[in-house]
């Protein structure tokens, strides 16, 4: 019987969130970089985007991948900075579900979870990103069970704040707490 393993990762700023790539030039660290020795068959359960940080879940076990990713019952949630001063009416809207592009056609959003919050405690970035000198940001709580392509940017620009930066903080009940970025962590189980 193969005994599988699991691993939690804080995903840094400009990672993908794969091991290996079929382009002959990559311009983005992979997370086969992470000072860790994954076993071999490690797939990441879902993807950050390359700008995008925070907690992203590893295992060699494929039906643990799909269990999370495909249920559409695991919610992810997302601490998010946004360019300007959000307002309640933005945040209903998102609460909602707003209308986004998905493969070429429109697609409006699930209702989900939108909170303000306050600025988190989180690692500072690798690659700065602009301050206050250029207008007021403002930070937010986006839950969600769906995982579109770029959704949680796509959903802040629908309302009119474009995303600065992005942190999955949760995936169901496993937290980032206060992993630091690049850090990997063992887990006996995910769910």
Not at 50 to 72: A, M, Q, Y
Not at 167 to 175: D, F, K, Q, W
């Amino acid at each position: 019987m193969q005994t599988h393993r699991h691993f939690i990762i804080y995903k840094p700023y400009g990672f993908l969130s794969q091991f290996i790539t079929n382009q002959k030039k990559v311009k983005h660290k992979l997370l086969g970089e992470l000072n860790f020795d994954f076993p071999e068959g490690t797939m990441a359960i879902g993807r950050l985007d390359v700008k995008s940080e925070g907690l992203l879940l590893l295992t060699t076990n494929g039906k643990v991948s799909d269990f999370i990713t495909t249920r559409g019952k695991v919610e992810k949630e997302y601490y998010v900075q946004v360019n300007g001063q959000i307002t309640e009416k933005e945040i209903n809207q998102l609460k909602n579900g707003v209308e986004i592009g998905f493969d070429g056609k429109k697609y409006t959003t699930k209702p989900c979870k939108v909170r303000l919050i306050e600025t988190p405690d989180l690692p500072t970035r690798s690659k700065k990103i602009r301050d206050d000198r250029h207008g007021p940001t403002s930070w937010v709580s986006i839950t969600l069970t769906e995982g579109k392509f770029r959704q949680v940017r796509k959903m802040t620009s629908a309302v009119g704040f474009p995303t600065l930066r992005l942190v999955r903080i949760r995936v169901g009940n496993i937290l980032l707490g206060k992993m630091q970025s690049g850090d990997v962590i063992e887990v006996e189980k995910l769910v």
